[in-house]
Structures are given as structure tokens and as C-alpha cells.
């Protein structure tokens, strides 16, 4: 799930300069980190929107959102890694990883399913994952307007 980074209010993350030597921060280190942080408050802003929580709901939801979110984030660094070690794999190999990676992706969602329809309702989980899809629609749309 590999998504590309920017943010909903036309900035997008810039080409980070070459590391320079010695001590100290690199250059343009927080400039990325800032970016990511827009890209979520952006995020929560159309999510918030889209799901029409009321305020008890919402103080319910983020918390399991948010865990819902360290966990995906962390099977796609995991599949980051995969895609690297794969390259000396056979086709047969890859096209198992790549199931066994969907499946468990699968897993996770079933998972938060039934957790998130512990505090909204499944009609907005229904509306979640929808908004989850138009919210990454709308990010790759605005990279390829910014592109031309």
C-alpha cells in the first residue's frame, strides 16, 4: 500500500538536497516530517468530514483508527522490505509472498472492522473505508495536476 506522499493543500513534499557531511542535521530533514503531518491533519480533516462524527464518536474512533493505521503502516514497510529481497526470488516465490502479504492486509482489516464497529456505527465503517480510497484517489490526482 505504498502511498505517495503530499498534501491536500497543493504543497508537495520536495526532492530532499544530498546528504552533507559530518555532525548535525541534514538539510531539509524537517521540511519532510512537516509535510507528513499536513498530509495527516489533511487526512483527518476529509475523514472527520466524510464519516460525519459527532464528538463522543470521534473521541472514540481516533484512538482505534490510529492504532489501525500503525498497524498497516507497519506491513507496508514490511512489504517494502520484501519487494527488496525479492528481486533474487523466482516468480513462484514472489507471487506467494505477495498472497500471503494481501491475506494478512485482509486479516488486519477484519480485525478493525469489528473494532471500529465497537464505536461507530458499520454504516460509517462502510463509509471509512470508501473515504480511505477517495482520499488516496484525490492525493495521486493532485500529484499528476502538479506534475504537468
Given at each position: 500500500?505504498?502511498?505517495?506522499?503530499?498534501?491536500?493543500?497543493?504543497?508537495?513534499?520536495?526532492?530532499?538536497?544530498?546528504?552533507?557531511?559530518?555532525?548535525?542535521?541534514?538539510?531539509?530533514?524537517?521540511?519532510?516530517?512537516?509535510?507528513?503531518?499536513?498530509?495527516?491533519?489533511?487526512?483527518?480533516?476529509?475523514?472527520?468530514?466524510?464519516?460525519?462524527?459527532?464528538?463522543?464518536?470521534?473521541?472514540?474512533?481516533?484512538?482505534?483508527?490510529?492504532?489501525?493505521?500503525?498497524?498497516?503502516?507497519?506491513?507496508?514497510?514490511?512489504?517494502?522490505?520484501?519487494?527488496?529481497?525479492?528481486?533474487?526470488?523466482?516468480?513462484?516465490?514472489?507471487?506467494?509472498?505477495?498472497?500471503?502479504?494481501?491475506?494478512?492486509?485482509?486479516?488486519?482489516?477484519?480485525?478493525?472492522?469489528?473494532?471500529f464497529s465497537k464505536v461507530i456505527s458499520s454504516?460509517?465503517?462502510?463509509?471509512?473505508?470508501?473515504?480511505?480510497?477517495?482520499?488516496?484517489?484525490?492525493?495521486?490526482?493532485?500529484?499528476?495536476?502538479?506534475?504537468?
Open positions: 500500500m505504498g502511498l505517495v506522499i503530499l498534501c491536500m493543500t497543493g504543497t508537495f513534499a520536495q526532492q530532499r538536497p544530498a546528504p552533507r557531511p559530518g555532525p548535525g542535521p541534514r538539510p531539509g530533514m524537517a521540511k519532510p516530517r512537516m509535510e507528513m503531518e499536513r498530509l495527516e491533519s489533511a487526512k483527518i480533516g476529509f475523514l472527520t468530514q466524510k464519516l460525519d462524527l459527532s464528538p463522543r464518536e470521534a473521541e472514540k474512533f481516533w484512538p482505534v483508527y490510529n492504532q489501525y493505521q500503525k498497524e498497516v503502516k507497519a506491513l507496508a514497510k514490511e512489504r517494502m522490505a520484501e519487494r527488496k529481497a525479492e528481486q533474487q526470488e523466482s516468480a513462484d516465490e514472489r507471487l506467494n509472498e505477495q498472497m500471503e502479504m494481501e491475506s494478512r492486509m485482509l486479516e488486519i482489516r477484519k480485525k478493525y472492522t469489528r473494532e454504516e460509517k465503517v462502510l463509509h471509512l473505508y470508501e473515504a480511505e480510497k477517495e482520499f488516496r484517489r484525490e492525493l495521486i490526482k493532485r500529484l499528476q495536476e502538479r506534475r504537468k
